[in-house]
Nanobody, 114 residues
């Protein structure tokens, strides 16, 4: 059974940082690219970043480039999203996902507000 469990969200002031984690199980994690998505209220789900299976390749949405960093630890079946210089427009529910794996976790809420 595939499971994706996100954590690390919270309330942070503009300019602050958070590190999200996603622990995966039920599939061969190290062979899959991994994505981070986010969805704000009233908006469509947006791909924020993805990372290749070995971690050597990454890509980011223009809106987060230079502020967010995706990484992974294949020994721990975990993908991370380091978020710096957070802005109110980063407020959303954040999810991880493996392309081709039809499963989503519950997400972790990130709220950026003063």
């Amino acid at each position: 059974q595939v499971q994706l469990v996100e954590s690390g969200g919270g309330l942070v002031e503009p300019g602050g940082s958070l590190r999200l984690s996603c622990v995966a199980s039920g599939f061969t994690f190290k062979t899959y690219f991994m994505n981070w998505y986010r969805q704000a209220p009233g908006k469509e789900r947006e791909l924020v970043a993805f990372i290749s299976s070995a971690g050597g390749g990454t890509n980011y949405a223009d809106s987060v480039k230079g502020r967010f960093t995706i990484s992974r630890d294949n020994a721990k079946n975990t993908v991370y999203l380091q978020m710096n210089s957070l802005k109110p427009e980063d407020t959303a529910l954040y999810y991880c996902n493996a392309p081709g794996i039809g499963a989503w976790g519950q997400g972790t809420q990130v709220t950026v507000s003063s």
